[in-house]
């Protein structure tokens, strides 16, 4: 049987365009939503997108039940409350790939700064927050919603930051399977912070560039 | 007269490539060092390589007092006595480019992490101890000694912060005289702490990928 990956908070732009690309790779994909008629909607929209795709829609709780893998896509303002509520839920085994990085934009601020998370990193809030035996690596969170959303390669490097080889190997699987998108090993989880830090560089790049899809490659690497 | 510029730290690895870059580029240098007999022997070295050059030493007040710009390439753990130590010496409208970022390997740690500074980057703490009428940007975090050292185009772009535009302006002169780089507006000085630690994440893929000289671009913005 096919692999189903869920992408919680599937129904907003970021959630909506990995749900888009790895649907378009082949995957099996439920999308997640507080809104079980909302995930719908969206998985609706996407299948007319992807022909032949395998996409459906669920509540959260419903979708993680479901899966082998799971997208955290929520806002960084939901993530807490929304991993403590799938808490019991989760099954062991599940790889969990945190894309959610800790802008100031969440409590109202500018989506140029990042807010401090207590743990390091949203990503070391999120591991906090996962049963053990859920296997967690943190990516993509530099892969803006727009460059997602269209079908044009990306021009963006995604680095791979986590504490366990299972997880991170399955993020640069999932990394390679969207065109453009390198995977670079980012080392620990703690590194995250960092990653997390980058998105919102980007997105002073793209006020000051007037553009949408500033990412980031890196040079000197031996690799093509 | 030609500007001067002084390279604070000039004696070690990352102020000698900076030097040797901006003297190739045909500006005038002082070596700037606690002993003034270690900057001389530095600037004599780089005589040597860069043919016609004009490239002096001197203790770091002394080279302070006769520069137009100063680039701060110290350790982190050196800066903010060194800049209490000068607080008296700089001429008002001196240039001042912040190069540092808080590695934690400044106090013994790793050069993969960053420490926390109160004022939120070096940059910011550098800011604190300069007296008012100096200029300050903050730029070449990323630029690796080993990269610099040579005397191949750099793959590299350098993002420039600050709140003092004069300031900015310079430093993008200067990144713009180093082949391969190119000078990004990284926004406001408090960005600086983005900067800074992406020193310490590539210095990690470094390790990882067992390279030198890990580089940064950024894609997407309308620029060649």
């Given amino acids: 049987m096919a692999r189903t990956i869920t992408i919680l908070g599937g129904t907003g732009p970021e959630g909506t365009g990995l749900a888009y690309r790895l649907a378009k790779a082949g995957e099996c994909i439920l999308i997640g939503s507080r809104d079980a008629a909302r995930a719908q909607e969206t998985a609706k929209q996407l299948r007319e997108r992807v022909r ?5 829609g669920k509540d959260n709780p419903s979708a993680v039940a479901a899966c ?3 997208i955290l896509t929520v806002p960084f303002s939901g993530a807490a409350g929304l991993l403590k509520q799938l808490k019991s839920v989760w099954k062991p085994g599940t790889i969990v790939i945190d894309t959610t990085a800790p802008l100031a934009a969440t409590i109202g601020g500018a989506a ?3 807010i401090g998370v207590w743990q390091g990193s949203a990503a070391e809030q999120t591991k906090e927050l996962l049963p053990a035996g859920v296997h967690l690596a943190a990516a993509f969170q530099n892969l803006g919603a727009e460059s997602l959303a269209g079908d044009e390669p990306v021009d963006c490097d ?3 930051c ?3 080889e299972k997880a991170k190997q399955v993020a640069f699987e999932l990394v390679g399977k969207i065109p453009g998108a390198r995977p670079l090993n980012g080392g620990k989880l703690e590194n995250a912070r960092i990653v997390e830090s980058l998105t919102a ?4 790049l793209n006020m000051r560039y007037k553009v949408h899809g500033a990412g980031i490659r890196f040079t000197g690497l031996p690799l093509k």
């Fill in 112 to 114: 140029t700064r990042v």
């Fill in 201 to 204: 560089l980007l997105i002073g």
């Fill in 162 to 164: 986590g504490d366990d």
């Fill in 68 to 70: 082998d893998i799971a």
């Fill in 158 to 160: 995604v680095l791979v």
């Fill in 52 to 56: 032949g795709a395998q996409i459906e």
